[in-house]
């Protein structure tokens, strides 16, 4: 309790003095419990019904498996928190950047948890780029980019030297080197660089880990016979993640956003997820940082891929973008929750280094089960 004892025997005194008979309640304010310290938040973006018992969305592993058993209201978010005897908390935001945001901040400006030392894992599913991964592969990002901020121009209307119609906030054109995206005006929620050495510490953890795979995956990827990684069983690897409330789709835009992505981030950035979360969770933990209320430097992101973001030879994007994920997707939602789980575990196990100077910083402790 944040109340002294000195006031509680105030009171007792007053109560004395007063004539009464020595038994005496003292109410506290709401603001007066001690914070409770999260060591690990986990991130998940949607979940189908109810958190636990049935078709498994982001969240429901992460309340079943793991287990997080005890359920806290949050009325400024979309679904209730759950959280262990450890100090993991774990959040489900809401699809789209909007509720991400949202969700993110009231979470950090909630004074009943204190976030200050905790690691954010974002775990989600997202499309991937068949060049670089196949159905069920998990991807630690270093970069995440927003696909959302830029002028847009009517496929029917866009010039014909045009790759796409896609273009930087005040540019004339497509950029095609990153000093034709300083021509004009912009915004600095575009490009979020991520601790490295964290990212490659967590892949480092689970880059053997055996991931789910199935006859329907395999069925769904064997059309991919021109893309080597498309047909590979699921893998876990390092790549960068594309962040947009629109659910973008097909070759052409794949193309743009193999150039948007090292365009904003830089030439060793590597364009491999698209998602629909990830720019509002960093915008919200960025301004959260400003106060001290979260560290930027414990936040890692994985994706994990249901779904192509283009199709394969001989089908329209039209038909790739409304096509069935393979086993509704849940591959990947197993393989989020398998992979970052991982992380969790490792990051407890070692809490002792852990929780004053982040992983990859320092010589760290093995991972659990080396």
Known sequence: MRRT?????????????????????????????????????????????????DRPGEFQYWVERWPLARQVDF????????????GVLGICVGGGIANAAASIMALAQDERFDLRRAYWIVAGIAGGDPEDVSLGSAVWAR???????????????????????????????????????STGWTLDTIHFPLNAALAEWAFEQTRSLELKDTEAMAAFRAQYAQRPNAQRPPFVTLGDTLAS??????????????????LYAGADAEFMTTNMEDTGTLTALGRLARTARVDPERVMVLRT???????????TAAWSTTAPYPDQGEP????????????????????????ETPPGTQATPAAAGD
Request: aromatic letters at 8%; proline letters at 7%; a negative charge.
């Open 332 to 355: 990947a939602i197993d393989s989020a929750y398998r992979v970052a789980s991982t992380v969790v575990t490792a990051l407890l196990d070692g809490w002792s280094t852990y929780e």
């Open 143 to 181: 970069h995440v980019v927003d696909g959302d901020l830029l002028y847009e121009i009517d496929a029917r209307e866009i010039p014909a030297d045009w790759p796409y119609g896609l273009i930087p906030l005040g540019a004339k054109a497509p950029a095609e080197t990153p000093e034709d995206i």
């Open 75 to 86: 009325p400024m978010g979309e679904y209730p928190l759950r959280l262990d005897d450890q």
């Open 245 to 262: 409330s629109t659910y973008w789709h097909g070759a052409r835009l794949n193309s743009w956003a193999n150039d948007w992505v090292p």
């Open 305 to 315: 891929v249901s779904n192509f973001s283009a199709p394969p030879t001989g089908k």
């Open 5 to 53: 004892i000195e006031t509680v025997l105030g009171v007792v005194l007053l109560g004395l003095l007063s004539g009464c008979d020595g038994s005496v309640s003292v109410e506290l304010d709401s603001d007066e419990t001690e914070a409770e310290a999260i060591r690990v938040v986990v991130v998940t973006m949607f979940e189908n019904g109810d958190l636990s018992g």
